[in-house]
């Protein structure tokens, strides 16, 4: 709960910096590109039902195993490929192969030639073989048999992400910053990216943070999509150094207030602390031919839960989508699981990791489980490592 109400707090901060500007966009070089408005309120006043057999062929549940001697708990991060699982448990990689079987750690924290100070990011070239570990303001290469390869100053980026040779990577637009995402070549040079077109003095204040799933960035048909964690109204489609509006975020009256200057950023704060007003924020979006998957949380009152939506792009609209029992989320009609909702969407797969004890609590309310799932949770218990659940997209999705 402690670890939920600090996500919270850095979040609010980060909401409400340059959270209403759409910003300046190059124009659309298809004819018939379609800008998707999404209207949140109205998406969360609409329950239904999804069955997971609608965009999925398969589901599994794979338990992340390490040593003995080296249990490892609340996963902070997680990326997949085709052949490999990346985590990061407290501020260390770790890899695994799609079995959940213990490869190895990528680096490990220190001070020495490929060590680091605390992981925080992972990005995968699956080009290249090599998994990018960024900790602070450094980026480390490793090939994917644990080699160290290379380290770089990177400056104060996050949440990165490789197409064509081209690396992404979002800023916090902390009053002065010039971007809120930039395009940078190989070597780490700022090619150009989108404008943060909200600067302000912060008198001094500075800002840093450290977020569980924050996905500002997706793929969906080889193309990169951004929405940043701290915009709540737009989401872009980049192309190389060129971008333009692919969906606007209507927050209804879910829309945070304007935060212009560091005073309003205090005074928000303090509205926080007292749970007063019920906004929410963004946190994620994802994509497919359907759907967009997204991730709700609350600005200043964590009472309000954390829902999640679709955006269904065939009919223009948004709901909440719900399992018979109310928990949000896709429900498992292959193996009668939980609730299942992405955390991210890497390829052909739809990946997101439960601590153990949360998918023994989860599975309570389930009214028919496979034998091939039952067998699956009584071989785990609370103190197991996490549970990564993996589901392979379908070809086409038909609704």
């Not at 999640?308 to 719900?322: I, V």
């Not at 890497?346 to 799932?373: H, R, W």
């Amino acid at each position: 709960m402690k670890e939920k109400y600090y996500l919270n707090i850095c979040l609010l901060l980060l909401t409400f910096i340059g959270c209403n500007n759409v910003g300046t966009t190059t124009d659309s070089t298809q004819d018939d590109a379609i800008v998707y408005r999404i209207n949140i309120q109205d998406a969360l006043s609409a329950n239904a039902v999804i069955q997971l057999s609608e965009i999925a062929d398969s589901i599994r549940y794979v338990e992340l195993k390490t040593p003995y001697s080296m249990p490892i708990g609340v996963v902070s991060n997680i990326k997949i490929s085709d052949e490999y699982i990346f985590v990061i448990y407290k501020g260390v990689a770790y890899q695994f192969n799609h079995k959940g079987e213990f490869l190895r750690k990528i680096g490990a924290i220190g001070q020495g030639a490929g060590e680091y100070a605390s992981a925080t990011d992972i990005f995968i070239d699956d080009n290249e073989c090599q998994v990018n570990i960024l900790s602070n303001t450094k980026l480390y290469t490793y090939s994917f048999d644990g080699k160290f390869v290379r380290q770089r100053r990177i400056g104060f980026l996050s949440d990165m992400i490789l197409q064509d040779s081209l690396i992404y990577a979002s800023i916090t637009p902390f009053g002065l910053e010039r971007y809120r995402m930039v395009v940078l070549n190989t070597e780490l040079d700022t090619l150009g990216g989108i404008p943060n077109d909200n600067i302000f003095d912060t008198g001094g204040l500075t800002m840093s943070v450290s977020l569980r799933f924050r996905q500002p960035f997706y793929k969906y048909k080889n193309e990169v999509y951004f929405k940043g964690y701290q915009q709540n109204d737009t989401i872009w489609r980049i192309n190389g150094i060129e971008y333009e509006t692919h969906a606007i975020i209507d927050m209804g009256k879910y829309k945070p207030p304007e935060c212009k200057n560091v005073n309003d950023m205090h005074s928000s704060f303090d509205r926080f602390v007292k749970k007063e007003g019920d906004y929410y924020f963004v946190l994620s979006v994802m994509e497919d031919s359907h759907y967009m998957y997204m991730s709700l949380d609350p600005c200043w009152n964590p009472e309000m839960g954390s829902p999640r939506l679709l955006f269904d792009k065939h009919q223009q609209s948004g709901f909440a989508p719900k399992t018979e029992s109310g928990a949000y989320g896709i429900t498992d009609d292959i193996l009668g699981g939980p609730a299942f909702w992405p955390q991210i969407i890497s390829g052909k797969y739809y990946v997101s990791v439960t601590d153990a004890y949360k998918m023994i609590e989860n599975c309570q309310s389930l009214s028919s489980p496979s034998p091939q799932f039952q067998e699956f949770i009584h071989g785990i218990n609370e103190d197991s490592n996490p549970i990564v659940t993996i589901v392979t997209l379908k070809g086409e999705i038909v609704r």
